[in-house]
Antibody, heavy 123, light 107 residues
Framework: EVQLLESGGGLVQPGGSLRLSCAASGFTFRSNAMSWVRQAPGKGLEWVSAISGGGDRTYYADSMKGRFTISRDNSKNTLSLQMNSLRPEDTASYYC????????????????WGQGTMVTVSS | EIVLTQSPGTLSLSPGERATLSCRASQSVSSNYLAWYQQKPGQAPRLLIYSASSRATGIPDRFSGSGSGTDFTLTISRLEPEDFAVYYCQQHVGSWTFGLGTRVEIK
């Protein structure tokens, strides 16, 4: 069964740090680009960051650049998101998602999602 | 950054009715990079449509997508009870952005 399982969420004070993890199973992890997407309580979806299958290319939403770092360990089938200088507006459920790639077209959507891990930034 | 505007914000319909959801982009989007998702309360989003009109694996054929350029549509031909949810469109020009969603509720 194809599965993504996030962990690492919790309560953190403004300015603090947190590291999220996503354990992948049921597919060839190293062959797939991955993304993080977040959702503030009662709000819509916001793309956070993406990483290529080999981990050599990373991408970030402008509001996350310089504060968040995406990485992966293909030997452990694990995706990570290091979040520093956290702000109250970073409070959200964070989902990892597998990118659906169609050959030369590239990524056309996110076809597998984890259940999400909640991050709360508050004093 | 391309902004996606979804309308209506809420759609009140009865089971068996047809639902038509709109997604308008602030700039032209390649059809290759327009997707639709369904999200139910407490659940992760589920990919329904990619490349504007291709159904994802396991998605029933009552879901269809169409459109090009700046105007895209998700149609649910006959609403089933499990279809009442929030629907998001998503595009990829530069970075990924989502619309704010359309809630399809039971009338």
């Amino acid at each position: 069964e194809v599965q993504l399982l996030e962990s690492g969420g919790g309560l953190v004070q403004p300015g603090g740090s947190l590291r999220l993890s996503c354990a992948a199973s049921g597919f060839t992890f190293r062959s797939n680009a991955m993304s993080w997407v977040r959702q503030a309580p009662g709000k819509g979806l916001e793309w956070v960051s993406a990483i290529s299958g080999g981990g050599d290319r990373t991408y970030y939403a402008d509001s996350m650049k310089g504060r968040f770092t995406i990485s992966r360990d293909n030997s452990k089938n694990t995706l990570s998101l290091q979040m520093n200088s956290l702000r109250p507006e970073d409070t959200a459920s964070y989902y990892c998602a597998k990118e659906l790639v169609l050959g030369a077209v590239g990524t056309v959507g996110f076809d597998i999602w984890g259940q999400g891990t909640m991050v709360t930034v508050s004093s | 950054e391309i902004v996606l505007t979804q309308s209506p914000g809420t759609l009140s319909l009865s089971p068996g009715e047809r639902a038509t959801l709109s997604c308008r982009a602030s700039q032209s989007v390649s059809s290759n990079y327009l997707a639709w998702y369904q999200q139910k309360p407490g659940q992760a989003p589920r990919l329904l449509i990619y490349s504007a009109s291709s159904r994802a694996t396991g998605i029933p054929d009552r879901f269809s997508g169409s459109g090009s350029g700046t105007d895209f549509t998700l149609t649910i031909s006959r609403l089933e009870p499990e279809d009442f949810a929030v629907y998001y469109c998503q595009q990829h020009v530069g970075s990924w952005t989502f619309g704010l969603g359309t809630r399809v509720e039971i009338k």
